[in-house]
């Protein structure tokens, strides 16, 4: 039997770059990630159509879309942006 798993992530893959593909969650790169999970929109495993799959960190798929951290402490802080400073608060000048 085949895994529907593997059909999607084929699909997925057909026409993107592996090593320039970013996690559209957080925008971290492939090589900054553990994994780029394929994430079904519609939740059917067995839909590879490419307007319902996207590619996203295993953070963003499994913590993001689906409410789990694969055990982790849920005390961990979700994905920030790659390469990017923190925001910083905006400092307005006095009136004169």
Request: overall charge negative; glycine content about 8%; aromatic content about 4%.
């Given at each position: 039997m085949v895994d529907p798993r593997k059909t999607s992530r084929d699909v997925f893959?057909?026409?993107?770059?592996?090593?320039?593909?970013?996690c559209p969650g957080c925008g971290r790169p492939r090589e900054a990630?553990?994994?780029?999970?394929?994430?079904?929109?519609?939740?059917?495993?067995?839909?590879?159509?490419?307007?319902?799959?996207?590619?996203?960190?295993?953070?963003?798929?499994?913590?993001?879309e689906h409410g789990n951290r694969r055990g982790l402490?849920?005390?961990?802080?979700?994905p920030i942006p790659f390469d990017t400073d923190p925001p910083t608060p905006e400092i307005d000048s006095p009136d004169t």
């Open positions: 893959w057909e026409n993107r770059n592996g090593s320039e593909y970013q990630v553990d994994a780029i999970e394929v994430h079904h929109r519609d939740r059917n495993k067995r839909n590879p159509d490419p307007d319902n799959t996207m590619g996203l960190c295993s953070d963003c798929h499994q913590g993001g402490s849920p005390k961990l802080k979700a």
